[in-house]
Nanobody
Framework: QLQASGGGLVQPGGSLRLSCTVS????????MGWYRQAPGKQREPVAT???????NYADSIKGRFTISRDSAKNTVYLQMNSLKPEDTAVYYC?????????WGQGTLVTVSS
């Protein structure tokens, strides 16, 4: 139901935009967001977006990442600027609906010179 894309290799200080496209309408989702999992580390929350438009960010990425959505395209985005090597991880989108929590397949972001 969720298809993540947009990962890749970027130099420190660069930018990437991740996309998470939902099969069907986003209206049934109460929350959408992104987690990430770096090599050898636990999965951690990155950003969330509520149906009402409220956002929440991890302290480590505040001011650098922005979560947004295009309801017409059933897509949630994660704009990542000023990327650092420590942002290297597999990024997963997820959604929370009354029927449960759904995950995308993950997209790899590598920040390296």
């Amino acid at each position: 139901q969720l298809q993540a894309s947009g990962g890749g290799l970027v130099q420190p200080g660069g930018s990437l935009r991740l996309s998470c496209t939902v099969s069907g309408s986003m209206l049934s989702f109460n929350i959408m967001g992104w987690y990430r999992q770096a090599p050898g580390k636990q999965r951690e929350p990155v950003a969330t977006l509520t149906r009402g438009g409220g956002t929440n960010y991890a302290d480590s990425i505040k001011g650098r990442f922005t979560i947004s959505r295009d309801s017409a395209k059933n897509t949630v985005y994660l704009q990542m600027n000023s990327l650092k090597p420590e942002d290297t991880a597999v990024y997963y989108c997820y959604s929370v609906a009354s029927s449960g929590t759904y995950w995308g397949q993950g997209t790899l972001v590598t920040v390296s010179s």
